[in-house]
Structure formats: C-alpha cells, structure tokens
C-alpha cells in the first residue's frame, strides 16, 4: 500500500458513492449508461471469485465487498426501480457490449500469466475494466448536456485509474521484480479513452460553464 494506491481506492469508492447518491437521493439515473455498468459487475464478479478463499487483509476483503455489492445494486436500480429505471435513457444507451466481452474473453485465454481458470478470469476482467467505459462515453457524447453529478462520476472513475498508473510507476522503483505488463498497458488503454472527456471536463470548470461535450 503507498499514497497512489490509497489514492485510487479512496477516487474509485467516490466514484460509487456519487453515482449511488444520484441513484438513490434524486432517483434518477439520467445520463448512466446501463451497458456500462453490467460490465463494471461483470469485472468484479469475473476478478474477485477468490474472495473468500484468497484473504489478504481486511481492507482488501472490504473494498472487494463494496465493489461487488454496489455495481449490482446499480444495475438491479436501472433495471428494477420502478422510479429510477423511468429515467434510465434506452434509445440513447445502444452500445453493443458483446463486442467487448469476447474479445476480451478470447486475449485472456491467448495472454494471460498463468492458464488457469481464476487467472483467466482476473485477466479478462482487467482487460474488460479497460473499455468498460465506453458506451458510457458514447452516451455522453450522444446526449452531449451532462449534469453535475454524472460528470463528476466519469471524472472520479478515471481519476482513479489515473491514480494507479502512478501507483505502478512508485512500485516499479520501490520493488524489486515488480513488472505486470498485463495491468499496466489495459491500465494505460483505459486511462486515455478518458482523455477527451478530461479535457472537457477541466474546460467546463476553468470556465464555470456546464460541461458539454461536442457532437
């Protein structure tokens, strides 16, 4: 554990907190892709199958939990809250998610570190994390008007792969042996399909205007 690490946890749990605040606080779930966050359940249900038979510390255990229980808890809110699923923007959220999962699937059984089925799994799910994002910003750019909140999750959420880029480079120099190729370039795929909406996001608050992204 360094500061970058506890960094990255601390911006991914904000991340949920906010989306679970607009979720349960003003029921609504306007502007959240639904595609996205199936994939996002996917990931941790995919990475975290050894987490009661894998005990690392209590803090890991905790993150894992609240990782898990929340993506699910967003995704049964869109699907099945007769409120918030009214919001919920079908005709907009179009992204066709299977073209992320077998490729996915498919590099993680041809590259992995070990063929095994659990590390299958952990390697999918990293190489999923890395585009999970996408039909998020696809309705983003479809919808272009973002309010406060949707924002800030999507700025939150790649804060915190941000975050782990440097916790990889801290770990490079302070540990020895320390190489992941794997985690490192799905991490720095994921951190730049950010860009964009980075660049419009610090636009947006420089200026004090709403966020708006081009069409």
Known sequence: MNIFRLAGDM??????????????????????????????????????????????????????????????????YMRRHKIVRRSYDRDQDTF???????????????????????????????????VAILPQLVLLQRTRNIDNLTGQYVFLLGAYRALYILNWIYRYFTEEHYVHW?????????????????YYYFQSWKNNVKLELPA
């Open 182 to 198: 794997i985690t490192w370039i799905a991490g720095l795929i994921q951190t730049l399909l950010y860009g964009d909406f980075f």
């Open 11 to 76: 911006f991914h749990l904000a991340s949920v907190l906010v989306l679970l605040l607009k979720i349960h606080t003003i029921k609504s779930c306007a502007g959240i892709s639904l595609k996205t966050q199936e994939l996002y359940a996917i990931v941790f249900a995919a990475r975290y199958l050894d987490i009661f038979t894998n005990f690392i510390s209590v803090y890991n255990t905790v993150m894992k939990l609240i990782f898990l229980g929340s993506s699910f808890s967003i995704v049964w």
């Open 96 to 130: 066709r998610y299977v073209f992320l999962i077998w490729p996915c699937l498919i590099f993680a059984m041809c590259i992995n570190e070990k063929f095994t089925f659990k590390e299958i799994m952990w390697t999918f799910s990293v190489y999923l994390e890395a």
